[in-house]
C-alpha cells in the first residue's frame, strides 16, 4: 500500500474518507489536527505526530512502535490492543483513553496524563511512568515489569492483580489505590503514600519500604518475606510526625507467634471463663511457657475463636498439649499433631528452645510439653520419662486439671464441639494445624477475624469505635 502525504490525509478527513489501515510510516504528522479520525489497522511506526490534536482518535488494533506523540492530545481516544512498542507519550494527554491490551513496553510516558485511563491489561513493561498522573486509572492485570513509576500520581488507581515486580515507586502517590493480588516482588517503595491503600494478598517480598506512609492500609493475607524498611510513616496525614517500624505497622503479619483456636458454634460465657482461668493458671505454674498469654476471644452463633500470643510457637505448643485436658473433642487430634512436629533430626532444636526432652523405649526421640511426653511416632510406644514413670500405649500421664473445672465444661456444648487449631509463626505461615474434622480449618485469612484490629489488640464493631482489650471476659458477638 502507498504511502499517504499529509495533505492526503486531510483531505481525506475533510471528505470523510476512511482512514482505517493506511500507511503512515515515518509520516511527519506533527502539530495535525485529528479529533475524532478512524486510523484503526493503521501503520504509524516510527511517525511523529507530536503536538496532534487526536481527541477521540480510533486507533484500535494501529502500529505506533517507535512513533513520537509528546505532547499530543489523545483525551478519549481509542488504543485497543494497539502496538505501541518503544513509542514517546511524554507530556501527552491520555486522559480517559483506553489501551486496554495494548502493548507499550519501553514505553516512555513521563510526565503523561493518564487520569482515568484504561490499562487493562496492557504490556508495559519497561516502560517509564515518571512524575506521570494515573489518578483513578485502570490498570488491573497489567505487566509493569521493571517500570518506573518514581513521583507518579496513582491516588485511586486500581492496579489489582497487576505484575509490578521490580518496578520502582519511590515517591509515587498511591493514597486509596487497589493493590488486591498485585505483584510487588523486589519492588521499590521508599517514601511511597499508601495511606488508605488495599494491599490484601498482594505480595511485598524483598520491597523496600523506607518512608513509606501506611496508615489505614489493608494488608489481609500480604505476602512480606525479606520485605524491609529503615522506618515507616503512620501518621495519618503523611508528615512523619509518627515513625514505627515495618514489624509495628504490619503487626497482624509480621508479629509474634500465634494461635488460632476455632470452635463450632456459640460458646458460653461459663466457657470462656474456665478457659481464661485455666491460661492463668498454666501461666503461673509454668514459668518457662509464661510468654503465652490471651491476645483476643470472638464471639459468634455460628463459630468463634480463641487468639493466643507468645515469644515463640513452643511456649504455644506447651499450653495446647496443657489445653487438650480440658477440651473434650479433639484432643486425641491435637496430641498426634504435637507429637509430629518433633525434627526428624531429633528433638535438638526443642532443646536449644527450653522445650524438655525425653527418650523412648525403642530410642527415638520425644518431646515433654508440660508434663507429658508426646511420641514422634503415629502409634506411640511406652514410654520412659527422663526420672519418671512410664506411661502405656494411648494413655497419657499428666497432671489433671481440677475436676471442678472438667464438670462444668463436660456439661456444656463445648465438650462435644468441633474445634480446630492452627499456630501461626510471626510472618503468619502456618506452623502446625491440627483439627477434630478433618472439613474443619484455620489456614489464612479466615473470615471469623473480620474486624479484629490486632495492632492494638482490641475489637473494631461496626460503630468504628473500640472495645477493651482482653483478658476482661467481655466478647463480640456477630448478628
Given at each position: 500500500m502507498s504511502q499517504l502525504s499529509r495533505g492526503e490525509i486531510l483531505g481525506r478527513l475533510a471528505s470523510r474518507e476512511s482512514l482505517r489501515g493506511v500507511n503512515l510510516i515515518r509520516a511527519d504528522l506533527s502539530d495535525i489536527a485529528l479529533p475524532g479520525a478512524d486510523l484503526a489497522g493503521s501503520n504509524l511506526r516510527m511517525a511523529d505526530l507530536s503536538r496532534g490534536d487526536l481527541r477521540d482518535v480510533r486507533l484500535t488494533g494501529s502500529h505506533l512502535s517507535g512513533a513520537t506523540l509528546s505532547q499530543a492530545n489523545l483525551v478519549g481516544a481509542n488504543l485497543v490492543e494497539a502496538s505501541m512498542i518503544g513509542v514517546t507519550l511524554k507530556g501527552a494527554d491520555l486522559s480517559r483513553a483506553d489501551m486496554s491490551g495494548a502493548d507499550l513496553t519501553g514505553a516512555n510516558l513521563d510526565e503523561a496524563k493518564l487520569a482515568g485511563a484504561y490499562l487493562v491489561g496492557a504490556y508495559l513493561n519497561e516502560a517509564s511512568f515518571g512524575g506521570a498522573d494515573l489518578s483513578g486509572a485502570y490498570i488491573r492485570m497489567a505487566q509493569l515489569t521493571g517500570s518506573n513509576l518514581s513521583t507518579a500520581q496513582l491516588d485511586g488507581a486500581d492496579l489489582s492483580q497487576a505484575n509490578l515486580s521490580g518496578v520502582r515507586l519511590d515517591g509515587a502517590m498511591l493514597v486509596g489505590a487497589n493493590l488486591t493480588g498485585a505483584n510487588l516482588v523486589g519492588s521499590y517503595m521508599a517514601g511511597c503514600d499508601l495511606r488508605g491503600a488495599n494491599l490484601s494478598g498482594a505480595d511485598l517480598t524483598g520491597c523496600n519500604l523506607t518512608g513509606a506512609k501506611l496508615s489505614g492500609i489493608r494488608f489481609e493475607g500480604v505476602t512480606l518475606h525479606?520485605?524491609?524498611?529503615?522506618?515507616?510513616?503512620?501518621?495519618?496525614?503523611?508528615?512523619?510526625?509518627?515513625?514505627?517500624?515495618?514489624?509495628?505497622?504490619?503487626?497482624?503479619?509480621?508479629?509474634?507467634?500465634?494461635?488460632?483456636?476455632?470452635?463450632?458454634?456459640?460458646?458460653?460465657?461459663?466457657?470462656?471463663?474456665?478457659?481464661?482461668?485455666?491460661?492463668?493458671?498454666?501461666?503461673?505454674?509454668?514459668?518457662?511457657?509464661?510468654?503465652?498469654?490471651?491476645?483476643?476471644?470472638?464471639?459468634?452463633?455460628?463459630?468463634?475463636?480463641?487468639?493466643?500470643?507468645?515469644?515463640?510457637?513452643?511456649?504455644?505448643?506447651?499450653?495446647?498439649?496443657?489445653?487438650?485436658?480440658?477440651?473434650?473433642?479433639?484432643?486425641?487430634?491435637?496430641?498426634?499433631?504435637?507429637?509430629?512436629?518433633?525434627?526428624?533430626?531429633?528433638?535438638?532444636?526443642?532443646?536449644?528452645?527450653?522445650?524438655?526432652?525425653?527418650?523412648?523405649?525403642?530410642?527415638?526421640?520425644?518431646?515433654?510439653?508440660?508434663?507429658?511426653?508426646?511420641?514422634?511416632?503415629?502409634?506411640?510406644?511406652?514410654?520412659?520419662?527422663?526420672?519418671?514413670?512410664?506411661?502405656?500405649?494411648?494413655?497419657?500421664?499428666?497432671?489433671?486439671?481440677?475436676?471442678?473445672?472438667?464438670?462444668?465444661?463436660?456439661?456444656?456444648?463445648?465438650?462435644?464441639?468441633?474445634?480446630?487449631?492452627?499456630?501461626?509463626?510471626?510472618?503468619?505461615?502456618?506452623?502446625?494445624?491440627?483439627?477434630?474434622?478433618?472439613?474443619?480449618?484455620?489456614?489464612?485469612?479466615?473470615?471469623?477475624?473480620?474486624?479484629?484490629?490486632?495492632?492494638?489488640?482490641?475489637?473494631?464493631?461496626?460503630?468504628?469505635?473500640?472495645?477493651?482489650?482482653?483478658?476482661?471476659?467481655?466478647?463480640?458477638?456477630?448478628?
Open positions: 525479606d520485605a524491609w524498611a529503615e522506618w515507616v510513616d503512620l501518621s495519618e496525614d503523611g508528615s512523619g510526625s509518627t515513625r514505627a517500624s515495618l514489624e509495628e505497622a504490619f503487626a497482624e503479619i509480621m508479629g509474634k507467634p500465634m494461635a488460632q483456636i476455632l470452635l463450632e458454634g456459640h460458646v458460653a460465657d461459663e466457657v470462656w471463663a474456665e478457659l481464661i482461668s485455666h491460661l492463668s493458671e498454666f501461666q503461673m505454674t509454668h514459668p518457662g511457657y509464661s510468654d503465652v498469654r490471651l491476645r483476643g476471644i470472638q464471639q459468634g452463633f455460628s463459630a468463634s475463636v480463641l487468639y493466643l500470643e507468645a515469644d515463640n510457637e513452643i511456649s504455644i505448643a506447651a499450653y495446647l498439649a496443657e489445653m487438650a485436658d480440658i477440651i473434650g473433642k479433639g484432643s486425641l487430634e491435637l496430641f498426634e499433631k504435637l507429637g509430629a512436629k518433633v525434627p526428624a533430626n531429633g528433638a535438638g532444636g526443642y532443646q536449644e528452645a527450653g522445650m524438655p526432652v525425653a527418650t523412648l523405649q525403642d530410642g527415638s526421640a520425644a518431646i515433654c510439653i508440660a508434663d507429658a511426653v508426646v511420641s514422634t511416632q503415629a502409634a506411640p510406644a511406652t514410654i520412659d520419662r527422663e526420672g519418671g514413670s512410664s506411661l502405656h500405649p494411648g494413655r497419657m500421664e499428666r497432671s489433671r486439671p481440677a475436676s471442678a473445672r472438667l464438670e462444668t465444661l463436660q456439661r456444656t456444648y463445648f465438650w462435644q464441639c468441633e474445634k480446630a487449631f492452627a499456630i501461626l509463626t510471626g510472618d503468619r505461615r502456618v506452623w502446625f494445624e491440627a483439627t477434630s474434622n478433618d472439613q474443619l480449618t484455620l489456614r489464612p485469612p479466615h473470615g471469623i477475624i473480620t474486624g479484629i484490629d490486632l495492632i492494638r489488640g482490641h475489637f473494631i464493631p461496626s460503630t468504628g469505635s473500640p472495645q477493651p482489650a482482653y483478658p476482661v471476659p467481655q466478647v463480640t458477638r456477630e448478628e
